[in-house]
């Protein structure tokens, strides 16, 4: 051999080749630090078998320097660890890539719900494994769509405080919405959602079809406007407003089109013809 760097580390510390692990890490249940008094430690939930992985310390250590503290401290850790704030699948792919075993691009790449992606952007982060948490971003860039917006939205308020991740997610959220057709589709999300650039961008796009769909935009704006944590000034009204007072003029001067135009007494978009 010509030194370390000539070593096949994937072969060196795979099963086949026999050198031990040293280490055993233990996943518990997310809610272990809700347990009751006599509850043992590693806790499980109906979502979540104990699950144990083995490893080497020094191939952990190598990767991240927390786990290097860990091991290798002034009070290294014993030969097992309780990981008490991941599940299973995100510390598979947290040791898949410290490993670079095979497969692991097709696991970051495979997982398409926002919060499996948090769990696993959440070890890369805590453990400092920077590479991970590189592609995890990368993967956020990627995710966003009319199906899963309002999921994104949701977890945008639950992991607020990755605020890297975070910034990422909405930069996402407000280009879809800036492009996205039908911005009608994207109205009780907005209304859901603490941001108020979400609710802003989605206002605004609503003249996009304000000129044709007036009452459905009018009563989708004054909604918006209406939701719970909302602190934008009427002025971000002005666009799709002008939008539906220029399709309402085209309405005015046919007596058919408005017949058809005015809403029934009972029908949700009444209101918005009241303003």
């Known amino acids: 051999m010509d030194g370390l ?12 080749f026999g050198i031990p ?6 996943i518990a249940a997310k809610d272990v630090f809700n347990k009751k008094p006599g509850e043992d430690d590693v806790k499980t939930s109906e979502h979540q078998a104990p699950h144990s992985f083995t490893a080497h310390k ?45 497969g692991v691009e097709e696991g970051v790449e495979e997982l398409d719900d926002v919060c499996d992606l948090f769990d696993v952007f959440y070890l890369a982060d805590k453990y400092e494994v920077l590479g991970l948490r590189e592609k995890i971003l990368r993967k956020f860039c990627d995710i966003v769509n009319v199906d899963n917006y309002e999921a994104i939205l949701s ?37 859901e959602s603490k941001e108020d650039s979400i609710k802003e961008k989605v206002i605004f796009s609503l003249g996009k079809v304000g000129k044709s769909l007036i009452l459905e935009s009018v009563k989708a704006a004054y909604d918006i406007m209406a939701s719970d944590g ?29 017949c058809e135009f005015i809403p029934n007494p009972s029908s949700p978009l009444h209101e918005a013809y009241s303003l």
């Open 21 to 26: 692990c040293d280490v055993t890490l233990k």
């Open 230 to 258: 909302c602190n934008l000034e009427e002025k971000v009204l002005k666009t799709v407003m002008n939008a539906c007072v220029e399709g309402y003029g085209e309405i005015l001067e046919s007596p058919r089109r408005l």
């Open 58 to 102: 020094f191939a952990l250590s190598a990767v991240s320097p927390v786990f290097r503290t860990q091991f290798y401290g002034s009070i290294p850790a014993g030969d097992v660890v309780v990981i008490k704030d991941s599940n299973v699948e995100a510390f598979k792919i947290m040791l898949d890539y410290v490993y670079q075993n095979p």
């Open 5 to 16: 760097r000539s070593v096949d580390w994937s072969k060196l510390l795979s099963a086949d």
């Open 155 to 191: 977890a945008l308020q639950e992991f607020a405080h990755f605020e890297d991740a975070c910034d990422v997610l909405k930069s996402r959220v407000l280009d879809l919405i800036g492009r996205h057709t039908n911005p009608l589709d994207l109205v009780e999300g907005a209304i």
